[in-house]
Structure formats: C-alpha cells, structure tokens
C-alpha cells in the first residue's frame, strides 16, 4: 500500500487518533463482519510515508483479489492506497519474514519551497557540504550497534539488540532535492531520521569520519542526531525471500 502520513499518528493504533493500521482494520473489518487485525511489515512513525507498505491479514469472506483491493480503497481515505494484493501461506508475517527494507529521506535545499511539495520533504535552505555528507554516508554499510541513533522505545526493557545490518547508505543529489538511500535488514525507532541529522550535521561541518564511526561503537555514550522532521521520510519497499 501507499500512503501519505502527514494526517496520521503513524502506523499503529492507537486510541481516538488516526492510524493507518486502524484506517485499514476499520474498512476490512466491515467487510468481513468481524474484526480483523492488520499486521504491517513495520510501524511506520508519525508523519511518514510509504510507497509500498506490506501487510496482511486472514479473511473468511470468499472475495477475488482483485475485487478485494476495489472495495478496500472504495471506503479508505483519500491519503491511503492498496496497490496491490494476492493470497499468501497461512504463516506469512509480513514484519517477521522481511529480510530488507527500504527507506528514503527527501531534502529539498531551495530558498522557497512549493506548497504543493512541502508535505513530502524536509526544507533546509542553508548551506551543506554535500560532498562529505556523500562520503561518510556509505561508513554506515555494514552490522554495527545503532543504539546511539535509536530513540526511546517501550520494547526497551525486553532488551533486544540494537545490531543492524546496513546493506547500501548513499546519498544522490539533483538540483535542489537531495535524497538519501538506505537499506537494512532492520531499523530501530527513529533511525533513518537520526542518522539524517547525523549527515546534516556532517554537512555543516560538525562532524567527521572519526566521529561518526564513535557512535557506531558498541557501548558508546551519547546520541546520534538530532532528529528530522518525519515529513521528508518514506518507506519505498520491503524485500521478502
């Protein structure tokens, strides 16, 4: 599915706010005639977007695919998309069975930006050395502990681990839209916004190879950022075997 986040409180539910997940498990609950829970491929936060979210859920109702993705998006909102659908084994998860996602984070760097863009990017008109950005973008390839780019998350005290795997970190830049590509097995809470931040910062001048390769380290103090604005992040697909 494809979404625009702006209006929504991410993906998960959560009680009296609009979700994508309870936009989705609304509509297909009314046609099943019976709740139905809708698991995503990852909780998308806040404000951020999606080109290809994958999800699933179980229906008894007997309806082709086909007439299935119609009467789904007949009763979404506007901002929310199903772009494709088929059956999938009784034991697909779309979340535990991903092996690589894709994110994207949009710069736009003009003095003025569009009101018919600025839903879909972050707006920093101020000079950025893009050229180190570029080149300590790819340091983040590779397993490393991202603990320093995680923010809080109530699954902290179960103590998992903050060790991902970054498969392709670059940065491409046409005109005034700079765009940064990531792909990993896996993300933490706030990541790819963090570590955004942490290459702007670069871009500023305040950091080098050597400090970014500190707050990869395992056991480091301190975190990573700051934060960017959701608006500029999408979800542009997730890999399956």
Request: hydrophobic letters at 40%.
């Amino acid at each position: 599915m494809a979404y625009d986040g702006t209006a929504f409180h991410g993906w998960q539910i959560q009680r009296g706010l609009p979700t994508i997940q309870g936009a989705l498990e609304d509509v297909i609950g009314e046609l099943e005639g019976a709740p139905v829970h809708v698991a995503g491929s990852g909780r998308t936060d806040a404000g951020v977007h999606a080109l290809a979210q994958v999800a699933a859920f179980d229906l008894t109702i007997p309806i082709p695919v086909e007439n299935l993705i119609k009467a789904v998006n007949r009763q979404l909102p506007d901002a929310i998309r199903i772009t494709d659908a088929s059956e999938a084994a009784l034991d697909f998860h779309p979340r535990f069975q991903a092996k690589r996602k894709t994110y994207e984070y949009r710069i736009f760097r003009g003095e003025i930006c569009s009101p018919f863009e600025r839903r879909w990017v972050h707006h920093h008109p101020y000079p950025l050395d893009v050229a180190s950005m570029k080149a300590l973008a790819p340091l983040l390839e590779g397993t490393h502990d991202f603990t320093a780019f995680a923010a809080t998350d109530e699954k902290d005290e179960l103590g998992g681990s903050k060790v991902r795997t970054i498969f392709r970190s670059c940065i491409d830049v046409a005109g005034d839209h700079l765009r940064y590509q990531v792909v990993g097995n896996g993300f933490l809470k706030h990541m790819v916004r963090k570590i955004m931040g942490t290459l702007v910062e670069a871009g500023k001048g305040n950091l080098d190879a050597a400090g970014l390769g500190a707050f990869l380290e395992s056991g480091h103090v301190g975190k990573a950022g700051p934060r960017l604005p959701p608006s500029g992040l999408f979800l542009l697909g997730v890999e399956y075997d």
